[in-house]
């Protein structure tokens, strides 16, 4: 028997893969699971064959606790293993070889590799596996390399009672001398390891089809009163009719599995026939429309995976951005083509490209495509740029190519690459063939170089017309590419209504000014806004004449979609220090009244809420978030029962600062106050509960131990963890500190969920300590702990609520310290770094 001792870190580089995929061909697996209820590990035994060029020795990636055996082509050996790799002598290869590792393992608790999982409502225990990008070697011995695909043949014994769900049919059950049950799994289609799935536990099932494909859902028991399948099943029905077409390639795996699963670390996850989600999917209270169409976005992008990821696999790393963008993309366009989500751009412009605008403006800005060195780097690139600037660009792309052409390509790409790998070179050539444009010179203007320009518009009027109009376009000093764009020129005019209409110009910029002689002549605008329908992936600025135009009529507009982009460059404003955020709070809150587009409102409210919590200076903080916090009782109040009081509530509850604001909320919660329609939901409740805690209302202890009985689930769990540590008192603040070093509280989630009620801005006087603290730990803790748990901590515990100079230099010369030594904490230092900068300047410019 071999022990991991110190394993070595785990981390494949791409040369290593790529020397790798040279050697190594036709790959399957047959792989034994054994797990028994309430045990602390569980054992493996693999067979792995494959052929291989003969030479120098060969390794398979491993993560484990003990190898009991090691054969290689029938011939037993003492495993040459650190922990993370196994070693397989050259003398011992066959050009067909056969290797079988007889293994124990440890579950996982931080929801990567096999994750294991104990209600705490109920007792039962639920398990499921997580690997993207590189964990699959946590569960078994493999080549952990999207190239390398292989066949699977799966067998699980488990608890009889349980559910096992894994990337294919179950074709046998045989019962066991102790009762439990051997499951066989149909051998799978070739695909890459990263998209392996094992799922097991009394999970609750649901099942339908679509066509000849068996669809499954699953959650567990706990959850079953909140699970509405009928909703998911139209989705993946309408999701699979349309991709089949759009794709021009059948569903290739033969049986579509969803399963929700506990403390789940990312949204979804796209593994072959067997896709898992974030329990968040599953409302425990009313949720808003805007909720299920995030939901249903999710859903679709990880079925668009199922042919564009799944079927035809990035060959490594460096093409994730294409994988996650081109998902992204699919999933809006199914969204508005085949679902009642028709109006879903508008929150592609709210979400994915804000998301990409600010990720894009970060010191950490990188282009979309890129040499990805090794693993550790992919971990650090699924970010706004991956997902949000890549699908925006791979929007305009299609645009510019036509839908029919985009379709063509996309069912050329799938007929050739099948099963197989390709990269982005072949990907726009699949595109290309046909369309008649270069589309690789597109991609090195759009793909290899980073950060985004701005748009303005110059213009002059005389005796009520436009005399002149041009578009400025300029870029950061840093990334001074400029680059052309396709755009429509709003120009806004008031009615005799009193609404405001636009007519549209189209242009097609370049270059630093472009002249757009079309607008000569034309009635003087109130106001011009240069991206009209947001064809363009670009920053606006707001000329002066038009920015006081909207600062005092943007009601008065009637296009929901341009009321959005304005309101987006107001807050670009606001972050460049050109309008200060107590007036962008002040506007806001006057505003929001008037807005009736309710995914609009949710939007603004995020940003007052962003602006609040670290551009206000901290000597009109009160007053500002009394001035939300009445602007939200106000609506409030006049919104009808339904989606919009559901998300006024949450506001009010958000801003509700010690006081007489925090007053009203408690008796929201307690009945004495109401709302006719509104009910004070779970969640609502444990949000008034940590604050009551935080800001020490005299009945806290009590409101939490009710709350406790009324929700015992894992979320109940959770937020009473993080209640608790938001109690004002120098012990209770040591103790959290001493215990987030030390043995934690269960799961990363649990942990996590404790971290989340350290830091109040409250608290600061009695946290001053923390911040040192902080700093002189968190080095040693990205050098000693798992990459998962040290995103977490830094997460949560970076003083980012201090927007203070001093705070900026500590981090600074950490930064400094750090350099090269560890690219991970690097990277979120700098950014952490960044936005403390903005953030201090943002409010010395609007106390100036
Ligand atoms: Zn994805």
Redesign the pocket.
């Known amino acids: 028997m071999t022990s991991a001792t110190a394993p070595a870190r785990d981390v494949l580089t791409r040369a290593e893969a790529e020397a790798r995929a040279a050697r190594v061909r036709n790959v399957s697996y047959d792989l034994h699971i054994s797990m028994t209820r309430g045990a602390a590990t569980y054992r493996g035994d693999v067979t792995a064959q494959f052929d291989v060029e003969p030479g120098d020795a060969l390794f398979l990636d491993f993560r484990g606790k003990q190898i009991e055996r090691l054969e290689v082509n029938g011939q037993p050996l003492t495993p040459d293993w650190n922990g993370v790799r196994l070693l397989l002598p050259g003398a011992a290869l066959r050009p067909r070889t056969v290797v079988r590792v007889v293994y124990e393992n440890a579950y996982d608790h931080t929801g990567d590799g096999l994750h294991q999982f104990i209600d705490p409502e109920d007792g039962q225990e639920y398990v499921y596996t997580n690997f993207e990008p590189f964990d699959a070697h946590r569960l078994f011995p493999c080549f952990d390399q999207p190239d390398l695909k292989a066949t699977y043949a799966l067998t699980v014994t488990a608890p009889a009672e349980w559910v096992v769900i894994g990337n294919s049919r179950e074709v046998r059950a045989t019962p066991e001398a102790d009762g439990r049950l051997t499951r066989a799994f149909e051998r799978t289609k070739p695909f890459s390891t990263y998209l392996f799935a094992l799922v097991a536990g009394p999970y609750h099932v649901v099942r339908d089809a679509y066509r000849d494909i068996p669809l499954g859902l699953f959650c567990r028991n706990s959850l079953v009163k909140y699970f509405d399948a009928d909703e998911l099943f139209l989705l993946t029905k309408q999701g699979l009719a349309f991709y089949e077409d759009f794709f021009g390639y059948p569903y290739p795996f033969g049986k579509y599995d969803q399963v929700f699963v506990p403390e789940f670390n990312a949204g ?3 593994n072959v026939a067997c896709v898992t989600y974030n329990e968040r999917h599953i409302f425990r209270d009313p949720p808003t429309d805007n909720q299920r169409q995030n939901r249903a976005e999710t859903l679709l ?2 079925m ?2 199922m042919w564009f ?1 799944d079927l035809v696999t990035m060959r490594w790393w460096n093409d994730l951005w294409l ?2 963008s081109f ?2 993309y699919m999933a809006y366009l199914a969204l508005v083509s085949a679902t009642r989500f028709t109006r879903a751009w508008t929150d592609f412009n709210a979400g994915m490209k804000a998301w990409a605008y600010r990720q894009d403006q970060l010191v950490t800005t990188h282009p979309i495509a890129g040499p990805v060195e090794d693993t550790d780097q992919t971990f650090l690139n699924f970010d706004g740029i991956t ?1 949000g600037k890549g699908a925006a660009v791979l929007k305009q792309l299609a645009a510019a190519i036509g839908p029919e052409a985009f379709r063509a390509g996309m069912r050329r790409y799938f007929q050739r690459y099948a099963f197989g790998n390709a990269t982005l070179a072949q990907f726009l050539d699949a595109l290309q063939e046909g369309s008649g444009r270069d589309l690789h010179a597109w991609a090195r203007l759009w793909l290899e170089t980073p950060s985004l320009n701005t748009l303005s518009v110059d213009w002059q009027q005389e005796n009520g017309r436009i005399t002149r109009l041009r578009v400025l376009q300029t870029a950061p000093e840093e990334y001074p590419t400029l680059r052309p764009h396709h755009i429509e020129i709003a120009l806004g005019r008031e009615g005799p209504d009193g609404r405001v209409g636009v007519e549209t110009l189209p242009a097609d910029v370049d270059g630093p000014e472009t002249d757009v002689p079309a607008a000569v002549g034309r009635p003087t605008p109130a106001f011009v806004f240069p991206n009209h329908n947001d064809l363009a992936y670009a920053k606006v600025s707001l000329d002066p004449a038009s920015l006081a135009y909207v600062r005092d009529h943007l009601e008065r507009i009637e296009d929901p979609l341009l009321r959005q982009l304005l309101w987006s460059a107001l807050w670009d404003m606001v972050r460049d220090q050109q309008l200060k955020s107590t007036d962008f709070i002040a506007l806001a809150s006057d505003k929001v009244q008037y807005e009736t587009d309710l995914e609009l409102v949710e939007a603004i409210i995020a940003r007052c809420q962003g602006a609040l919590a670290r551009y206000v200076p901290d000597d009109r903080r009160r007053e500002m978030f009394h001035r939300f916090f009445t602007a939200a009782w106000q609506a409030l109040r006049a919104a009808p029962p339904g989606d919009a009081q559901i998300i006024w509530a949450r506001a009010l509850i958000a801003a509700a600062q010690p006081g007489e604001d925090l007053d009203l909320v408690i008796a929201l919660a307690d009945g004495r106050e109401s709302v006719p329609g509104l009910s004070v939901d779970q969640e609502m409740r444990w949000d008034i509960v940590a604050k009551c805690m935080a800001y020490a209302v005299p009945d806290a202890r009590e409101r939490l131990a009710a709350e406790r009985q009324r929700d015992p689930s894992d979320r109940g769990q959770r937020a009473a963890l993080r209640a608790e540590v938001s109690a004002p008192d120098p012990a209770v603040k040591a103790a959290a500190w001493e215990r987030f070093h030390g043995e934690g509280y269960g799961s990363l989630y649990l942990t996590a969920a404790a971290m989340s009620g350290f830091h109040w801005y409250a608290q600061r006087d009695l946290l001053a300590p923390y911040v040192e603290a902080f700093f002189e730990r968190v080095f040693g803790i990205f050098e000693t702990r798992d990459k998962e748990f040290a995103q977490t901590y830094f997460n949560h515990l970076f003083p980012g609520y201090r927007v203070e100079r001093p705070v900026l230099a500590r981090s600074e010369r950490l930064l400094a310290e750090v350099g090269e030594r560890n690219t991970l904490l690097r990277r979120m230092l700098r950014e952490a770094n960044d936005d403390l900068l903005r953030a201090i300047r943002c409010r010395e410019f609007a106390a100036s």
């Open positions: 979804a996850m796209e992008h990880e668009a995976h990821g994988n996650e998902a992204t997902y």
